[in-house]
């Protein structure tokens, strides 16, 4: 194959990271922005072509890609658009395959991000041997891929899996990028963590907690973890209550299309089981019998970066052998 190389993207809600892959699956390089401090879509397409050039050049030129592949937020497979992104700057639809076609001069293919990393899972990591599972992305949203028969769902109109926007808490937390009251992504998210830490330190004022030493703006998921590693009582009931959250969720996910596996990725699984062990826990309360202890929940095997990076890629070599 002349053309050996594909450009992989992974849009976040908090940061972009993209990269050269080649056709066995290997970034050779990867650099990342930050997703919203753009104020115009067409800016941010100009960075990631700039900081591309350099990865582009030691690859050979441009005439050794066969294109680029993209994961992002409410990404459309279907008309390669992103449609009323909650956690993205740029609002409405964005035709961004489009745009980043005529940029780069290469066939551009987008996915939703969470279902680019279930790819990424699918070929390259914990999921190779598996043809029934579902990622779970735990950043600054919480994203998901569902995977039944070793194919995406995406539904008829390219938006299926929205498992982050299912209500668990109906008329609970609002979820200001939506509007909506009580979803997944309101609780189980780094910033679901940090809005609980701020509910339970004003709901506790009596109790003792390192987190008071944090202002507001210095508050995150991580400096909860952080906490909680030292053995702060407040910090761990935050781990503990989000893990019923996410299990509680699961096990609805769990009864809808029975997965063999599920794959917890992304900044929030740093906390390892601080947030592994409750959310088991309340999996496995809240299944029938039927399906309790036959589904794996496990960490991502691949890095961070690498998993949406690796599944956007694959859209292009599928797109090649199409």
Known sequence: MKNKFAIGIDIGGTTTKFGVVDNNGKILEQDRILSNEHDEVGQFIDDI?????????????????????????????????????????????????????????????????????????????????CKHFITITLGTGVGSGIVIDGKIVVGHDGFAGELGHTTIRPGGRLHKGTGLHGSLESYASATGVRDTAIEMLTHYPEETSLLRKYSLDELTSKSVYECAMKGDKIANQIFEFTGQILGESLAN????????????????????????????????????????????????????SDAAILGASALVWDLNKN
């Open 49 to 129: 072509y700039t900081k591309m050039q350099p990865m582009i050049k030691h690859a050979g030129g441009i005439e050794n890609f066969i294109g680029i592949g993209m994961g992002a937020p409410n990404g459309n497979i279907y008309r390669g658009t992103i449609e009323y992104a909650a956690n993205l700057r740029w609002k409405g639809i964005i035709p961004i395959a489009d745009m980043m076609s005529k940029k780069f001069n290469l066939p551009t293919r987008l996915t939703n991000d969470a279902n680019a990393a279930a790819m990424g899972e699918m070929l390259f990591g914990a999921c190779k041997d």
């Open 253 to 304: 996910f769990v009864m809808f299309s029975s997965p063999a596996r599920i794959v917890l990725f992304g900044g929030l699984t740093k906390a390892g089981n601080l947030l592994l062990n409750p959310t088991r826990k309340h999996m496995e309360q809240n299944l029938l019998p039927i399906f309790q202890n036959k589904v794996e929940l496990i960490l991502s095997q691949l890095h961070e």
